[in-house]
């Protein structure tokens, strides 16, 4: 069981209360993760990553076990600690302003 921790806009957007928890077939990836993410909730499909490109949106960061892996490939594998469900995958809003 993967935990995956959302930013308050997109929890409210999908009505999510708390962390998210999904279960991954195969290997435990950004992109396998994010896909079962808005399988579940469609309603997030394009907020997270560009609905043709399925790059990462630029003001969201991905962090797992304390690393930012916002400029990693889509597809290596996340830490075990993360596909165990021991840490959460963490989506956070970049913060941006002068």
Do not use: W
């Amino acid at each position: 069981m993967i935990r995956v921790a959302l930013p308050g806009h997109l929890r409210t957007l999908a009505n999510i209360d708390g962390e998210v928890k999904l279960e991954i077939a195969g290997e435990v990836t950004q992109r396998s993760v994010l896909d079962a993410l808005e399988g579940v909730y469609p309603m997030l499909r394009g907020t997270i990553r560009d609905h043709v490109t399925q790059k990462r949106r630029p003001f969201l960061r991905f962090f797992a076990c304390a690393e930012d892996l916002s400029h990693e490939s889509p597809d290596v594998p996340l830490p075990a600690a993360v596909a165990s469900g021991a840490e959460p995958f963490l989506i956070l809003g970049a913060i941006a302003g002068g």
